[in-house]
């Protein structure tokens, strides 16, 4: 399949000479598991006759393009040989036939226009998704930091209640000392008397 892209390829690049090299090399090599490939190289080289202005003989290289082909169900693979056999036909006054290939084309560019379409829904869906998760995260991490802030402010308050407690309690000790202690002054002269 690699030839046949590549020739494929070069032929859509306007190098014509170098497809047909291609296609030549692919069709030496088209033996055994890679005849396959025979039917791509085949509508490749009918692509790059048709191009060069004999109609006739690309519709040789057409038919063995789509030889036991059910034009109805033939594969993606195919569209582009499908438009260029609707040219040939048309050109050699076979609108039978160009038909066929026409409404075959018309499939296959549908089916791949609505793949596009879908693909191309699933990358904004995915897009969105990505965009909605981001802000999903966005949000949660802000929740975190304000949740950690509110805490911080609540250890400071707690720390701040500790400390005048602290206080609170050392004063009180502070003062009953000193009460005691001017009560142990008071009750001095008193006892020595």
């Known amino acids: 399949h690699i030839l046949s892209n590549i020739a494929s390829a070069q032929f859509m690049d306007g190098r014509p000479s170098k497809a047909e090299a291609s296609v030549a090399q692919g069709l030496r090599l088209a033996n055994g598991t890679a005849a396959e490939e025979r039917p791509y190289l085949w509508g490749t080289s009918a692509q790059i006759i048709f191009a060069r202005g004999d109609a006739k003989r690309a519709a040789l290289w057409v038919e063995l393009a789509f030889e036991g082909v059910d034009l109805e169900k033939s594969p993606m693979g195919y569209r582009d040989f499908h438009e260029t056999a609707a ?107």
């Not at 379409?117 to 969105?128: D, H, Y």
């Not at 950690?148 to 206080?167: K, M, P, W």
């Open 87 to 193: 040219q040939i036909y048309t050109v050699l006054g076979q609108s039978q036939k160009a038909y066929a290939h026409l409404k075959a084309f018309k499939r296959l560019d549908d089916s791949g226009r609505e793949l596009a379409a879908s693909t191309n829904s699933a990358l904004v869906s995915a897009r969105f998704d990505t965009a909605n998760q981001r802000l999903q995260i966005s949000k949660l991490e802000a929740q975190k930091v304000q949740r950690e802030l509110a805490l911080a402010q609540s250890q400071n308050r707690l720390r701040g209640v500790v400390q005048i407690t602290v206080l609170g309690a050392v004063a009180s000790v502070i003062v009953i000392l000193a009460m005691l202690f001017a009560l142990s002054i008071d009750i001095s002269p008193v006892i020595t008397a």
